[in-house]
């Protein structure tokens, strides 16, 4: 698994600066006033620094963006980043100067001169989130995650930012990685022993396998994976940090590979389905989140993890499946298989743990890539309150989120000659008529956020905070809504 890369917080010591190896990092704000750091820099530069913060590049910079000065004259440093920030930027310009130093960090000891600055909560993310990088697979590739140590006036005051940033990013490291690996490495069986490992940080993990699954009457989900030689499987997190609460519970789409099953998928990109597991990787990086920086909240992680493979056992266009709720559904396409895992587990959450509040996560359809694109992930509810907390969470995240419609227009739909339901509604609001599928399954005292994820998971390029490949989008932003909302 992918490691943090070292960081660590100490007394600003102007004398260490001359000597430093590796890269160094200063900030300066709009109007070029050097900080006392800075000063000692532009000192042994002779001038270099504020030439640099004087030129027209400066000037062009996005606050959070850096310039370099490579090998520097009457320094050790094989470079000094210039990054504009203003004292009080907002947490969007901290994270992206975070991101800034983290770019750089991979193999490297960087030396950040922060100052008199007290609040480096949102830069500490930054840096975390963009110094990640996926290697489990490459040969001779292995730099190493690199040293980050930040010179502050008050380091003790920065001791909490940056545990709780630590705790955040791992999570966040779990769920890329989770994402990232190939589908014959992350088999459900790998899934279900990588989420059983958390019990070495609190969680309490129950695995379900198939015969269980049946037990509960979960066909619609052991459906989609009869045509696979992985076992289906049901794994369980919970984190206990909240009294007698009832907890929240956080459902995630596991499939570890989609071909689409009979219904099956085009050639061309059918690798990426290896991320169609992206809504169980957000809920595991969560679960893990909250345990390392022990929140003091009640929830429940349940993640329903298939494979959809064309075999001569799988499910067919037409077949009738009964779901744990007692609803026949009639299968129209395979390859709408993510609702089928999902309304089984959401059905046994509620069931179960009667849970405050649920919250599912899946891939589910290329409709809501085609409304949203890749910077928004799409928000069904039904439940004002909890979703304008989930919306403000991500806002203050900046993980793009937008609230989508649900109504009995759209279900409509959904009705099917022979069964109770059918698993599609055809093209038109393909998003929705997904939404409104997995609404049948939530009970009417359950608040409820429906999170589609297809678009956000995994992008085909670097984002600010995230290089190419999985994101992990989601666990930053529900960590937050559990802060705000569910702790005691």
Request: net charge negative.
């Amino acid at each position: 698994m992918t490691e943090l890369p070292s960081m660590a917080v100490s007394d600003t010591d102007l004398d260490r600066i001359a000597d430093a190896q590796g890269r160094m990092v200063v900030f300066v704000p709009e109007n070029g006033k050097l900080d006392q750091s800075a000063r000692r820099v532009n000192r042994l530069t002779r001038g270099a620094l504020e030439r640099c913060v004087e030129s027209a590049r400066f000037s062009k910079l996005k606050e959070g963006e850096a310039l370099e000065l490579a090998f520097p004259t009457g320094m050790l440093a094989s470079a000094v980043h210039v990054i504009r920030l203003d004292r009080r930027a907002n947490p969007e310009a901290e994270r992206r100067a975070g991101a800034a130093i983290g770019g750089a960090a991979k193999g490297s000891q960087v030396l950040i001169l922060a100052g008199g600055r007290q609040k480096l909560g949102h830069i500490f993310m930054g840096c975390l989130l963009r110094a990640y990088a996926f290697t489990d697979h490459k040969t001779g590739d292995d730099e190493g995650a690199g040293e980050l140590t930040f010179m502050v006036s008050k380091p003790e005051s920065c001791d909490a930012d940056l545990r709780h940033a630590q705790a955040v990013a791992d999570g966040v490291y779990f769920a890329r990685d989770l994402v990232n690996e190939p589908a014959n490495v992350l088999t459900t069986t790998e899934f279900a022993t990588r989420l059983e490992a958390l019990r070495a940080i609190g969680l309490r993990v129950e695995v379900l396998e198939e015969d269980r699954l049946r037990e509960l009457g979960m066909e619609t989900l052991l459906a989609v994976g009869q045509g696979s030689e992985s076992p289906s499987k049901v794994v369980i997190m919970e984190w206990t940090g909240g009294g007698k609460e009832a907890p929240l519970a956080l459902v995630g789409k596991g499939v570890v590979f989609d071909t689409g099953g009979i219904s099956i998928k085009p050639a061309g990109g059918m690798e990426d389905m290896t991320m169609d597991m992206g809504g169980a990787g957000t809920v595991a990086g969560v679960m893990k989140a909250l345990a390392l920086r022990n929140a003091a909240a009640n929830v429940v992680g349940i993640v329903g993890l298939v494979e959809n493979m064309p075999d001569g056992r799988a499910q067919r266009p037409g077949d009738v499946v009964r779901s744990m709720k007692g609803d026949t559904v009639e299968v129209i396409n395979t390859d709408a298989e993510g609702r089928l895992v999902l309304c089984d587990i959401m059905w046994y959450a509620q069931a179960r743990f009667e849970p405050r509040g649920m919250i599912d996560l899946a891939t589910l359809t290329g409709a809501i890539v085609v409304a949203l694109g890749h910077e928004n992930a799409g928000v069904f509810s039904n439940d004002e309150a909890l979703a304008n907390a989930f919306l403000e969470a991500s806002s203050d995240e900046g993980e793009g989120a937008w609230r989508m419609p649900l109504g009995d227009g759209y279900a409509r739909g959904l009705k099917s000659r022979v069964a109770d339901v059918k698993n599609v509604g055809g093209r038109p609001g393909g998003a929705v008529t997904a939404a409104e599928f997995l609404h049948r399954f939530v009970k009417d005292e359950t608040p409820w956020i429906h999170i589609d994820i297809a678009g956000v998971a995994s992008l085909a390029s670097a984002s600010t905070l995230a290089p190419k490949g999985a994101t992990g989008w989601g666990v930053r932003a529900i960590d937050r809504l559990v802060s705000e909302r569910f702790e005691v």
